[in-house]
C-alpha cells in the first residue's frame, strides 16, 4: 500500500510538470495542444544524451531544449501566424514522432540489444525519508519529484501575487487591455508557451530517464494529452492541476499494480484505459468551468 | 479560374514540394541521396502497375478519417478521434465478418456488415456529440481520449473473443474469401472500397453544399449566435454532426479490413486518425478536394515504404513527410491569407485612384 502512494506519486510527476505547464500557457490564452509532442521529443531528447554522454543532468537539460524548440515551432505558428491551435498541435505531434524514430536510426543505427541507461536515481532524504509511511512515499523519490514540490507553490504564487501572474492572466482574459497598458500581447504569448515547452521536455524525460531507462516511440502513449485534461479539469489552476494528477497518477499505479500482480479479476486493458476512462468521465461531470476568456482564439489588433 | 481556388492550390503545391524537400533533406544523415530515393520512388510507382495501385489502396481510409474530420469541422467542432472510431468500425465489420461468413450471399452479407459498422461508429461518435450538447464537455478533449478507450477495446477484444484459433498472435482468424470486398483491377490490391469512398465523399459534399441540414451546420459553424437566433438547435446538430462523423471512420474499418487485410491484426493503420486531419486541412475541409489530398497521402505511404525497401531510409520518414507537409499547408493558409490582403489592398487603391 505504501509502495502503490509512493508509485502513484512518481507516475504523477511528470503530469504535475505537463499541466501546470499548460495552467501557465493557458492563461495567457494558448492551449499548448503540441504537449504530447513536446513529451515526446524530451523523453528522446534526454534519452539520447544520457546515452551518449553518461549524465542525467545533461539528459534533463537537452529535454528541456529540445521541449522548449518543439514549443517555438508551435508558438511561431499560432501566435505570429495565427494558425489554429489544435490543428497545428496535430500536425506537430505527427512530425516529431517521425523525428523521433528517425534520429534514434540515425544516431544509433539498428542495434542488436535494446538500448537501455540506470534512471534517476532515488535520493533519499536524510532525516525526512526515514518518517514512517509519510517519509516512503514523499521523500524516497528521484529528484525531478522534488523539483515539483517546488514548482506548485512556486507557481501558485507567481500567477496570483506577482505582476508577471497577473499579466499572464490578463493576457488571456483581456489582450486587448493588455494590449493598451503598453504590454506586447503576442509576446508574452510566445514566451509562456516556451515555458511550457521546458516544463513538458522535462515532463517527457521523465518517462524515458526518470524511470523507465529506455525510449521507444510509444513511450509517452497519450500521457501529454493527459496532461493536457488535467489542466481543464483542474480549472486552470495549479492547485486543481496538483490534485488532478495525483488522482490520474494512482489511477496508473494501481493499473501498474494490478496488471503485475498477475491475478486477473477484470481485463488489464481497463486499467490501461483507465486514466482515459477518467478523463471522460471528468470532462462530462464537471459543470461550472472557469475557462480563460480568449483561450484558443489568436490576438489580432485592430488597426 | 476564381483567384482564391488558384491561390490554394498554388499554395498546397508549394506546401507539399516544400515538405517533401525538407524531408528529403533529411535523408542526407543517412548518408542517403534523397535526388536517387525519389527518383527510385517514381519509377518504381509509374512503373509498376501494383504499386501504383496500391497508392489508392492506401488513400482509401484515409478518404474516410478525413471526411470525419473535415464534417464536424465545418460545424466548428473537432473530431480528433477518427482513429478511435476507425477501430470501433474495424472490430464491427470483423465480428460481423466471421460470424456471417459464407452463410448469406455476399452482396448481402457485405451490405449488412457495412451497415452494421456505420451504426456503430455513429453511436461512437455520437456519444462524443452527446457530452458535448448536453453536458457542455469539450468535444475535443473527449474524442481525444476516446481514442485510446477504443484501442484498448481493441486488445482486449483481440486477445479473448476474437483471438485467432491458433491463439499465437493477438490477431483474429483470417476472413471467409465470401466477406472480402471485389477486386476491381486484376492483379493489385485495389478493391471496390476506393470507389465506394469517392461515392461517399460526393454525397458528403452534397449533404454539405445541397441539403438543409448540411446549411444547418455550416450556419452553427460560421456564426452560432445566428443560427441560435435563426431556431436552429445547435445542441441537436452536434449529435448529427458527430454520428455523421463517427459513421464515417468506421467506414475505413470496414474498407480496411473486408478489402486489405482480410482479418484484424493488432496496431495496424495507427495514423490514419491524424493523416486524416491533415489531409482535411490539405483540402480546405472540401469533400472533393479530400479525394485528391488522399491520394497524395496515399502515395507518401506507398512512396515511403518503397524507399524502406530499396533504399534502406527507415518507415519512419512517412510520417517526417505527412508532418512537413502538414506544418508547411498550415503556413499556407498565412500566406493565403496575406496574398489576400494585399489584393484587397489593390483593388481599393485602384478604386480611390480613379
Known amino acids: ?303 | 479560374m476564381n483567384e482564391k481556388l488558384r491561390d490554394l492550390i498554388l499554395t498546397d503545391i508549394a506546401a507539399v514540394l516544400l515538405g517533401l524537400i525538407l524531408s528529403g533533406l533529411l535523408m542526407l544523415f543517412l548518408d542517403k541521396n534523397p535526388i536517387q530515393a525519389y527518383s527510385v520512388l517514381f519509377t518504381s510507382v509509374l512503373n509498376d502497375k501494383y504499386t501504383f495501385a496500391e497508392i489508392f489502396v492506401k488513400a482509401t481510409p484515409l478518404i474516410f478519417t478525413a471526411l470525419a474530420f473535415a464534417f464536424t469541422f465545418k460545424a466548428n467542432l473537432f473530431n480528433i478521434g477518427a482513429q478511435g472510431q476507425f477501430y470501433i468500425g474495424a472490430i464491427i465489420s470483423v465480428a460481423m465478418s466471421l460470424f456471417l461468413g459464407d452463410s448469406i450471399p455476399r452482396g448481402l452479407a457485405l451490405i449488412i456488415i457495412f451497415a452494421l459498422t456505420i451504426v456503430g461508429g455513429a453511436l461512437w461518435g455520437g456519444l462524443i456529440g452527446l457530452a458535448k450538447a448536453r453536458f457542455k464537455a469539450n468535444e475535443f478533449l473527449v474524442s481525444m481520449m476516446s481514442t485510446y478507450v477504443a484501442l484498448a477495446i481493441m486488445n482486449y477484444l483481440l486477445r479473448t473473443k476474437l483471438l485467432e484459433t491458433k491463439m499465437e498472435y493477438p490477431q483474429t482468424d483470417p476472413l471467409n474469401p465470401s466477406v472480402w470486398l471485389p477486386i476491381f483491377i486484376p492483379g493489385t490490391r485495389l478493391h471496390i472500397g476506393f470507389i465506394l469512398a469517392v461515392v461517399v465523399a460526393i454525397g458528403i459534399w452534397v449533404l454539405l453544399y445541397k441539403t438543409p441540414i448540411g446549411y444547418r451546420i455550416r450556419v452553427v459553424g460560421m456564426n452560432p449566435d445566428a443560427a441560435r437566433l435563426a431556431g436552429i438547435s445547435a445542441s441537436k446538430l452536434y449529435v448529427i454532426a458527430f454520428m455523421i462523423s463517427g459513421g464515417l471512420a468506421a467506414m475505413a474499418g470496414f474498407t480496411e479490413v473486408n478489402g486489405v487485410q482480410h482479418m484484424l491484426v493488432q496496431g495496424f493503420n495507427t495514423d490514419i486518425g491524424p493523416a486524416g486531419l491533415g489531409i482535411a486541412i490539405l483540402a480546405n475541409a472540401n469533400p472533393i478536394g479530400i479525394i485528391f489530398a488522399s491520394i497524395l497521402f496515399g502515395a507518401l505511404k506507398v512512396g515511403g515504404t518503397i524507399m524502406g525497401q530499396m533504399s534502406g531510409i527507415p518507415a519512419s520518414i512517412i510520417e517526417i513527410m505527412q508532418g512537413f507537409v502538414m506544418i508547411f499547408v498550415i503556413m499556407s493558409y498565412f500566406v493565403r491569407n496575406e496574398i489576400d490582403v494585399r489584393r484587397e489592398k489593390r483593388k481599393l487603391r485602384k478604386v480611390v485612384g480613379q
Open chain 1, 1 to 303: 500500500m505504501i509502495n502503490l502512494l509512493a508509485r502513484a506519486l512518481m507516475m504523477s510527476t511528470p503530469l504535475l510538470y505537463g499541466s501546470i505547464a499548460e495552467v501557465y500557457a493557458e492563461r495567457t490564452g494558448m492551449m499548448v495542444t503540441a504537449i504530447e509532442g513536446i513529451f515526446l521529443m524530451g523523453a528522446w531528447g534526454g534519452f539520447v544524451v544520457t546515452y551518449l554522454t553518461g549524465n542525467l543532468f545533461w539528459g534533463v537539460m537537452t529535454a528541456m531544449l529540445v521541449g522548449v524548440l518543439t514549443a517555438a515551432l508551435y508558438g511561431w505558428i499560432t501566435v505570429y501566424l495565427k494558425q489554429h491551435q489544435v490543428v497545428t498541435g496535430v500536425a506537430i505531434n505527427t512530425l516529431v514522432l517521425g523525428l523521433s524514430a528517425f534520429f534514434m536510426r540515425v544516431i544509433f543505427g539498428i542495434p542488436i540489444t535494446p538500448l537501455t541507461i540506470d534512471p534517476l536515481p532515488h535520493i533519499h532524504i536524510p532525516v525526512l525519508s526515514k518518517i514512517p509511511v509519510l517519509g516512503v512515499i514523499l521523500f524516497q523519490q528521484n529528484i525531478l519529484t522534488y523539483i515539483v514540490y517546488l514548482i506548485i507553490p512556486l507557481s501558485y504564487f507567481v500567477l496570483y501575487k506577482t505582476s508577471v501572474g497577473l499579466i499572464i492572466r490578463s493576457t488571456g482574459e483581456n489582450p486587448e487591455a493588455v494590449d493598451v497598458a503598453g504590454l506586447p500581447v503576442e509576446r508574452i504569448r510566445f514566451l509562456v508557451v516556451l515555458l511550457a515547452g521546458a516544463l513538458g521536455g522535462v515532463a517527457g524525460s521523465f518517462y524515458s530517464i526518470g524511470f523507465l531507462g529506455l525510449f521507444t516511440t510509444n513511450i509517452i502513449g497519450g500521457r501529454g494529452w493527459i496532461a493536457f485534461a488535467i489542466c481543464f479539469l483542474g480549472n486552470w489552476n495549479p492547485r486543481g492541476a496538483f490534485f488532478g494528477a495525483l488522482i490520474f497518477g494512482l489511477a496508473e499505479a494501481v493499473g501498474i499494480y494490478i496488471q503485475s500482480s498477475g491475478v486477473e479479476l477484470l481485463p488489464n486493458e481497463l486499467f490501461i484505459a483507465l486514466p482515459y476512462i477518467l478523463t471522460i468521465v471528468l470532462t462530462v461531470a464537471r459543470r461550472s468551468f472557469n475557462v480563460p476568456a480568449k483561450l484558443g482564439i489568436p490576438y489580432k489588433k485592430e488597426n
